[in-house]
């Protein structure tokens, strides 16, 4: 069964950075595309970010473009997502996800991690 262990979140200063990581278990990690959801408190889940098996397509939200970036280590089987420039509206759980199959925008998603929570706050 697909696990997914997301970590790193935390409260943080508008225009810091911080670095989120979620770490793959029971499954092939280098075979699947894997993204990050967010969702703030109030609001319905908002796609973040997604990068191909091979780490070598990425995908932003206008949102967070710019500001974000996504990679993985598959042989760490571990993703990750640099956050800079943070603003309060960027405050939510971050959830890392995969699927079975290719990814595409607007995707359901098979497996979520338990999200990790960040607060972007003075």
């Known amino acids: 069964e697909v696990q997914l262990q997301a970590s790193g979140g935390g409260l943080v200063q508008p225009g810091c950075s911080v670095r989120l990581s979620c770490a793959g278990y029971r499954f092939a990690f280098g075979s699947y595309d894997m993204s990050w959801v967010r969702q703030a408190p109030g609001e319905e889940p908002a796609w973040v970010s997604t990068i191909n098996s091979g780490g070598g397509s990425t995908y932003y939200a206008d949102s967070v473009k710019g500001r974000f970036t996504i990679s993985r280590d598959n042989a760490k089987n571990t993703l990750y997502l640099q956050m800079n420039s943070l603003k309060p509206e960027d405050t939510a759980v971050y959830y890392c996800?995969?699927?079975?199959?290719?990814?595409?925008?607007?995707?359901?998603?098979?497996?979520w991690g338990q999200g990790t929570l960040v607060t972007v706050s003075s």
């Open positions: 996800a995969t699927l079975e199959g290719s990814w595409y925008p607007q995707t359901l998603y098979d497996y």
